[in-house]
């Protein structure tokens, strides 16, 4: 606790309000009783120096508590832990980070901030109790206590850093000239400040030239990810036999085109991609090629394969190759500058010539007609530096590739595509490959040679054979604190060492190597299994590739490197799920008498080992979401600071363990020479924009889908639509949809307020699922009637459930809900989950814009965020808030009717500033989404007016007749208010606001209405009440439901 004298009253409140007026609160605490510590320092002797303690910094480092209570203080937007709190006097009592104070107004409530001099003295006491480290404890002080305490432990801290308040030198109790001080004129301080540095041990080494260092480190970066984005570089030749046999895979390359290009830009995140087609047919046919040069516009190339006829063939096997390569070596390979440059080439017969074929008909044995040599062709492609992949269907070509394989030196990699459904697949992987190779290629000529390989053995040593060694272990600290990853933190925090001896023995040969660096199985002296790793070096003599040392920095920075990713993989798994977790191996530099220095970590346990990334952006295929969301998470949880990537190791039960990560940070001078710097990682965000935000493009096949009859007797069918084709990860197989809504509709009629209490795997499985829905279907919902129109339904579940009664249940009727599904009512997570559920069963009959109560920070403090705390976890409610962040903001019904939660916008100047808006997107302050959910109408007011809500507009009847021409529409539909009969007519029914939840919250008299939009644009109500909905209860329903059964 801060110590005061009792009569000392003033100089408390003093202190609290200097608190309260503070950026820091570190520095708040102190500078209230620095004076007060200065004469505590000072010695009786008037011959030795008065000492008064320096401020520490103004952030302090936080020990995360165990009790729930203290917990509680964690900032109410961001959920993080304040490294520097406020306490503000908005009405909700909110306690927030600084950074996420903006503006006058609370980010939760909208409500202006009514600061308090001084602050409220509970809050302040909460927080004098919260445990944190001593502010000098990179300096090696292992204090830890009260954050109330932190001046009378400086006053004592031998760390601590005093000032002569005679002469203004700055010592610390620990350093030798502390005690014998002898004053110093102005001359000589610089001299003893650098003195008394130099003495002080380091908490990391310094460099001699650290501008120059991350001069030199950012030339080597660029160099290697220009190399990446050459290669990234594609020019792309589809060579294709167009006879009468080929009409399925033509069909092929025009369906699944659009999917390939959207997967190479998930892989390649600079890619530049041009596409030409070579259609043939056979001498005899008209016409013999068709040829479309390099385009960069994939629907042009998409249009012309259209056109492409599978037709003609000569009545022999063999067609006409030589002529299909003639023109393909006729296009302009440079175009684009490209390098890396690939021929498809899908056929299923050989070209003619016996040389080529043993086809029992051929028109032209003895080879091409025109007298083309196919071998002489096939070296100008490769002169050209064309990589050629040959997609064979049949065996009947296998001969021609033979040949020119064994003529060209293996120049043909040969795929199977014969299963047309996989020639996405296929081709996708082989242009991957391709560019891999053009890396590999590049880096040669740009002189980082590959170093040969080493000898490698699988073998498992007898270790009663090896005798052990004795080694010093130096390992990185995690950092406690997500604070110590941010920009502004000394980078020595990352470095803090540990020290420990042990007995390892190490095998004689490695099992594996990598391109630096070779791995060798070992043993500890208490029995566990581990990995050694020696960085390679290469004896240019003999061209031997042995084991040898690097720099120590280098080393340590291996493992910083997977100690920082350890700490992010804790913090990203307190929100996932068991199977959903991320872990990796801590890494130590070992010395010994003898030996070279080596890396020394964990064995991985045992699986299938597999890379998902590397760390300029490029993402495997068998990259889960999972892992993708990790390394995003990584960046966005350290402000962009840096980034987990090069991601390898294998899957078990708990999720991934991971090994030899690399960490991208701003600061290139940081994390070893994995670290590829800012570039690196807007590479790696490009990519997982595309892998994560956008809409995935579907593989086509030209297979027709059965239509489903959904109708019930006596009830209209409603347009059928496609059934939800979203494919199923492993995470949600517990979707189980159909009982998920048999579950929800299986309390209909039973008392108000019955919980549902779901699985909470099968949520989440929802979820995700539904997330997925959502993405898929554009910002702006163009729809057609007949549609079903609802307002705010506010967690009141009952009045939802006969609603569908009354309106009918989908996708018997299709609907459109307008938002704030939850919060105030005590049923969101059921109204919420039996949407979702119907959204994701019929996507294309039932859809869902977003309220304003759809984010985190609005279901923080109205209801939603607790029920989820009380009913499963806050990781549920964290889920949902990034599903509310994927929901589309309005819809247009019929080019006519324009629907959204809250009203139209001034900035709103046609439908395009709808469909351009990004998802997933939080809220903004401002801007058309911020107006689309909170905008009111007023018709005593004109033109745009401040909202007494605090944010966005009221608008008045002149405006909204204004933006209506605009957009050319009839009709507004709206919700974002309580209506007394559950609509309301505005400007002369140019508007209409729709509410439906009846009785709302228990406290008004109101009705819920249902709006019918029919075929012919013709609108029509039906209400509810409460009072309708208890008649429509049997006597018996009723007394039990007044007597609390």
Same mark, same amino acid.
């Given at each position: 606790?801060?110590?005061?004298?009792?009569?000392?009253?003033?100089?408390?409140?003093?202190?609290?309000?200097?608190?309260?007026?503070?950026?820091?609160?570190?520095?708040?605490?102190?500078?209230?009783?620095?004076?007060?510590?200065?004469?505590?320092?000072?010695?009786?002797?008037?011959?030795?120096?008065?000492?008064?303690?320096?401020?520490?910094?103004?952030?302090?480092?936080?020990?995360?508590?165990?009790?729930?209570?203290?917990?509680?203080?964690?900032?109410?937007?961001?959920?993080?832990?304040?490294?520097?709190?406020?306490?503000?006097?908005?009405?909700?009592?909110?306690?927030?980070?600084?950074?996420?104070?903006?503006?006058?107004?609370?980010?939760?409530?909208?409500?202006?901030?009514?600061?308090?001099?001084?602050?409220?003295?509970?809050?302040?006491?909460?927080?004098?109790?919260?445990?944190?480290?001593?502010?000098?404890?990179?300096?090696?002080?292992?204090?830890?206590?009260?954050?109330?305490?932190?001046?009378?432990?400086?006053?004592?801290?031998?760390?601590?850093?005093?000032?002569?308040?005679?002469?203004?030198?700055?010592?610390?109790?620990?350093?030798?000239?502390?005690?014998?001080?002898?004053?110093?004129?102005?001359?000589?301080?610089?001299?003893?400040?650098?003195?008394?540095?130099?003495?002080?041990?380091?908490?990391?080494?310094?460099?001699?030239?650290?501008?120059?260092?991350?001069?030199?480190?950012?030339?080597?970066?660029?160099?290697?990810?220009?190399?990446?984005?050459?290669?990234?570089?594609?020019?792309?030749?589809?060579?294709?036999?167009?006879?009468?046999?080929?009409?399925?895979?033509?069909?092929?390359?025009?369906?699944?085109?659009?999917?390939?290009?959207?997967?190479?830009?998930?892989?390649?995140?600079?890619?530049?991609?041009?596409?030409?087609?070579?259609?043939?047919?056979?001498?005899?046919?008209?016409?013999?090629?068709?040829?479309?040069?390099?385009?960069?516009?994939?629907?042009?190339?998409?249009?012309?394969?259209?056109?492409?006829?599978?037709?003609?063939?000569?009545?022999?096997?063999?067609?006409?190759?030589?002529?299909?390569?003639?023109?393909?070596?006729?296009?302009?390979?440079?175009?684009?500058?490209?390098?890396?440059?690939?021929?498809?080439?899908?056929?299923?017969?050989?070209?003619?010539?016996?040389?080529?074929?043993?086809?029992?008909?051929?028109?032209?044995?003895?080879?091409?007609?025109?007298?083309?040599?196919?071998?002489?062709?096939?070296?100008?492609?490769?002169?050209?530096?064309?990589?050629?992949?040959?997609?064979?269907?049949?065996?009947?070509?296998?001969?021609?590739?033979?040949?020119?394989?064994?003529?060209?030196?293996?120049?043909?990699?040969?795929?199977?595509?014969?299963?047309?459904?996989?020639?996405?697949?296929?081709?996708?992987?082989?242009?991957?490959?391709?560019?891999?190779?053009?890396?590999?290629?590049?880096?040669?000529?740009?002189?980082?040679?590959?170093?040969?390989?080493?000898?490698?053995?699988?073998?498992?040593?007898?270790?009663?054979?090896?005798?052990?060694?004795?080694?010093?272990?130096?390992?990185?600290?995690?950092?406690?604190?997500? &604070?110590?990853?941010?920009?502004?933190? #000394? @980078?020595?925090? +990352? /470095?803090? !060492?540990? =020290?420990?001896?042990?007995?390892?023995?190490?095998?004689?040969?490695?099992?594996?190597?990598?391109?630096?660096?070779?791995?060798?199985?070992?043993?500890?002296?208490?029995?566990?299994?581990?990995?050694?790793?020696?960085?390679?070096?290469?004896?240019?003599?003999?061209?031997?590739?042995?084991?040898?040392?690097?720099?120590?920095?280098?080393?340590?920075?291996?493992?910083?490197?997977?100690?920082?990713?350890?700490?992010?993989?804790?913090?990203?798994?307190?929100?996932?799920?068991?199977?959903?977790?991320?872990?990796?191996?801590?890494?130590?530099?070992?010395?010994?008498?003898?030996?070279?220095?080596?890396?020394?970590?964990?064995?991985?346990?045992?699986?299938?080992?597999?890379?998902? &990334?590397?760390?300029?952006?490029?993402? #495997? @295929?068998?990259? +889960? /979401?999972? !892992?993708? =969301?990790?390394?995003?998470?990584?960046?966005?949880?350290?402000?962009?600071?840096?980034?987990?990537?090069?991601?390898?190791?294998?899957?078990?039960?708990?999720?991934?363990?991971?090994?030899?990560?690399?960490?991208?940070?701003?600061?290139?001078?940081?994390?070893?020479?994995?670290?590829?710097?800012?570039?690196?990682?807007?590479?790696?965000?490009?990519?997982?924009?595309?892998?994560?935000?956008?809409?995935?493009?579907?593989?086509?096949?030209?297979?027709?889908?059965?239509?489903?009859?959904?109708?019930?007797?006596?009830?209209?069918?409603?347009?059928?639509?496609?059934?939800?084709?979203?494919?199923?990860?492993?995470?949600?197989?517990?979707?189980?949809?159909?009982?998920?809504?048999? &579950?929800?509709?299986?309390?209909?009629?039973?008392?108000?307020?019955?919980?549902?209490?779901?699985?909470?795997?099968?949520?989440?499985?929802?979820?995700?699922?539904?997330?997925?829905?959502?993405?898929?279907?554009?910002?702006?919902?163009?729809?057609?009637?007949?549609?079903?129109?609802?307002?705010?339904?506010?967690?009141?579940?009952?009045?939802?459930?006969?609603?569908?009664?009354?309106?009918?249940?989908?996708?018997?009727?299709?609907?459109?809900?307008?938002?704030?599904?939850?919060?105030?009512?005590?049923?969101?997570?059921?109204?919420?989950?039996?949407?979702?559920?119907?959204?994701?069963?019929?996507?294309?009959?039932?859809?869902?814009?977003?309220?304003?109560?759809?984010?985190?920070?609005?279901?923080?403090?109205?209801?939603?965020?607790?029920?989820?705390?009380?009913?499963?976890?806050?990781?549920?409610?964290?889920?949902?808030?990034?599903?509310?962040?994927?929901?589309?903001?309005?819809?247009?019904?019929?080019?006519?009717?324009?629907?959204?939660?809250?009203?139209?916008?001034?900035?709103?100047?046609?439908?395009?500033?709808?469909?351009?808006?990004?998802?997933?997107?939080?809220?903004?302050?401002?801007?058309?989404?911020?107006?689309?959910?909170?905008?009111?109408?007023?018709?005593?007011?004109?033109?745009?007016?401040?909202?007494?809500?605090?944010?966005?507009?009221?608008?008045?009847?002149?405006?909204?007749?204004?933006?209506?021409?605009?957009?050319?529409?009839?009709?507004?539909?709206?919700?974002?208010?309580?209506?007394?009969?559950?609509?309301?007519?505005?400007?002369?029914?140019?508007?209409?606001?729709?509410?439906?939840?009846?009785?709302?919250?228990?406290?008004?008299?109101?009705?819920?209405?249902?709006?019918?939009?029919?075929?012919?644009?013709?609108?029509?109500?039906?209400?509810?009440?409460?009072?309708?909905?208890?008649?429509?209860?049997?006597?018996?329903?009723?007394?039990?439901?007044?007597?609390?059964?």
């Amino acid at each position: 606790k801060i110590t005061f004298r009792r009569a000392d009253f003033k100089k408390r409140d003093a202190m609290l309000g200097v608190f309260s007026a503070c950026s820091g609160g570190a520095s708040a605490l102190v500078s209230g009783a620095v004076e007060e510590n200065a004469n505590l320092a000072r010695s009786p002797s008037s011959n030795v120096a008065p000492w008064r303690l320096v401020p520490p910094p103004d952030d302090l480092e936080y020990v995360p508590p165990d009790d729930v209570p203290d917990r509680d203080l964690q900032c109410s937007v961001c959920l993080g832990w304040p490294v520097d709190p406020v306490v503000l006097g908005c009405p909700g009592g909110h306690m927030l980070c600084r950074r996420c104070v903006s503006g006058g107004l609370c980010p939760l409530d909208r409500q202006p901030f009514a600061r308090t001099s001084p602050p409220q003295r509970p809050i302040l006491a909460i927080l004098g109790r919260l445990c944190v480290r001593c502010p000098d404890a990179a300096l090696g002080c292992t204090w830890t206590g009260p954050r109330a305490n932190v001046q009378d432990h400086r006053v004592a801290c031998a760390f601590a850093e005093h000032e002569c308040a005679q002469c203004g030198v700055r010592l610390r109790r620990s350093d030798p000239c502390f005690g014998d001080h002898d004053h110093l004129g102005a001359s000589d301080r610089a001299v003893a400040a650098e003195d008394v540095a130099e003495a002080r041990p380091q908490s990391q080494p310094r460099r001699s030239s650290e501008g120059d260092f991350a001069r030199r480190r950012m030339e080597d970066i660029s160099r290697v990810i220009n190399v990446y984005e050459q290669a990234e570089r594609l020019n792309v030749c589809f060579i294709v036999d167009c006879t009468g046999s080929m009409g399925g895979h033509i069909r092929a390359v025009k369906n699944q085109i659009n999917w390939i290009v959207h997967e190479m830009r998930a892989r390649l995140p600079s890619m530049q991609l041009q596409l030409a087609f070579v259609g043939y047919r056979d001498h005899c046919d008209t016409p013999r090629i068709e040829t479309l040069p390099f385009t960069n516009v994939v629907g042009d190339f998409r249009d012309f394969v259209a056109g492409m006829r599978a037709t003609g063939g000569g009545g022999d096997g063999p067609e006409d190759v030589h002529g299909a390569l003639e023109e393909a070596c006729r296009l302009d390979w440079t175009v684009n500058g490209a390098e890396t440059r690939v021929v498809i080439h899908i056929a299923d017969y050989p070209a003619h010539g016996s040389r080529y074929n043993d086809c029992p008909r051929d028109s032209y044995p003895q080879g091409d007609p025109r007298g083309l040599d196919l071998e002489t062709l096939m070296r100008t492609m490769k002169d050209l530096s064309v990589q050629y992949i040959f997609g064979h269907i049949t065996n009947h070509t296998e001969k021609m590739v033979r040949v020119l394989n064994e003529t060209l030196g293996d120049y043909i990699d040969s795929k199977d595509m014969m299963n047309v459904e996989l020639v996405a697949e296929v081709v996708t992987a082989s242009l991957h490959s391709s560019v891999a190779s053009t890396v590999s290629t590049l880096m040669s000529s740009a002189g980082r040679d590959i170093a040969p390989v080493v000898v490698l053995s699988d073998e498992t040593p007898s270790w009663d054979n090896i005798a052990p060694d004795l080694v010093v272990l130096r390992e990185c600290n995690r950092v406690s604190v997500v &604070s110590s990853l941010f920009a502004d933190a #000394e @980078p020595f925090l +990352t /470095r803090r !060492l540990e =020290e420990s001896a042990i007995l390892v023995s190490m095998a004689p040969l490695p099992f594996s190597q990598g391109e630096t660096r070779v791995a060798r199985h070992a043993l500890r002296e208490d029995g566990s299994a581990a990995v050694v790793k020696h960085f390679k070096v290469v004896d240019e003599e003999d061209d031997v590739v042995g084991i040898g040392s690097t720099s120590p920095d280098s080393m340590i920075a291996l493992s910083e490197v997977s100690a920082v990713a350890a700490f992010l993989g804790e913090l990203f798994n307190s929100s996932r799920e068991a199977g959903d977790r991320v872990h990796f191996l801590g890494s130590a530099v070992a010395h010994g008498p003898g030996l070279v220095p080596f890396n020394i970590e964990d064995e991985l346990p045992v699986g299938d080992f597999a890379r998902f &990334s590397n760390n300029v952006g490029w993402w #495997e @295929p068998s990259a +889960t /979401r999972t !892992l993708m =969301e990790f390394t995003r998470f990584t960046h966005e949880v350290t402000k962009g600071h840096i980034m987990v990537v090069d991601l390898q190791g294998v899957k078990n039960d708990d999720g991934w363990t991971l090994t030899d990560p690399c960490v991208l940070c701003e600061d290139v001078a940081r994390f070893g020479s994995g670290n590829m710097g800012p570039h690196a990682m807007d590479r790696c965000l490009a990519a997982l924009k595309v892998r994560l935000d956008e809409v995935p493009v579907e593989v086509q096949f030209e297979v027709p889908i059965p239509r489903q009859n959904y109708s019930m007797p006596g009830v209209p069918v409603a347009p059928w639509r496609p059934p939800n084709t979203v494919p199923m990860t492993p995470q949600d197989q517990n979707l189980a949809l159909d009982d998920m809504i048999d &579950s929800l509709n299986a309390v209909r009629g039973s008392r108000r307020g019955q919980p549902v209490q779901l699985p909470e795997l099968q949520i989440m499985a929802l979820v995700r699922v539904a997330r997925d829905t959502l993405l898929r279907q554009p910002t702006l919902l163009e729809l057609d009637a007949p549609l079903k129109v609802m307002g705010d339904i506010h967690g009141q579940y009952q009045d939802l459930l006969h609603f569908f009664d009354v309106g009918g249940a989908p996708p018997d009727s299709n609907y459109l809900l307008l938002g704030d599904y939850v919060d105030r009512g005590k049923q969101s997570i059921e109204v919420i989950c039996l949407l979702l559920a119907y959204k994701v069963k019929y996507p294309e009959n039932f859809f869902m814009l977003r309220g304003n109560h759809e984010c985190a920070s609005i279901t923080r403090i109205y209801g939603f965020y607790d029920e989820c705390k009380r009913r499963y976890n806050i990781k549920l409610w964290k889920m949902f808030c990034d599903l509310f962040n994927c929901l589309p903001p309005a819809a247009l019904i019929d080019d006519k009717i324009f629907c959204m939660h809250g009203g139209p916008s001034p900035e709103l100047q046609n439908f395009d500033c709808i469909r351009n808006l990004p998802r997933p997107c939080d809220v903004p302050d401002t801007g058309i989404l911020c107006d689309l959910l909170w905008c009111d109408p007023d018709k005593d007011i004109s033109g745009w007016v401040e909202n007494d809500r605090g944010v966005s507009y009221t608008f008045g009847p002149d405006a909204l007749e204004g933006v209506m021409q605009k957009l050319g529409v009839d009709l507004v539909v709206r919700a974002h208010q309580v209506v007394e009969d559950g609509y309301e007519f505005f400007a002369g029914r140019k508007l209409v606001t729709i509410f439906s939840a009846p009785n709302y919250c228990g406290e008004f008299n109101n009705a819920g209405a249902l709006m019918e939009i029919h075929d012919d644009v013709q609108c029509s109500f039906k209400l509810v009440s409460r009072k309708t909905r208890e008649e429509t209860r049997g006597p018996l329903q009723i007394a039990k439901a007044a007597l609390g059964f």
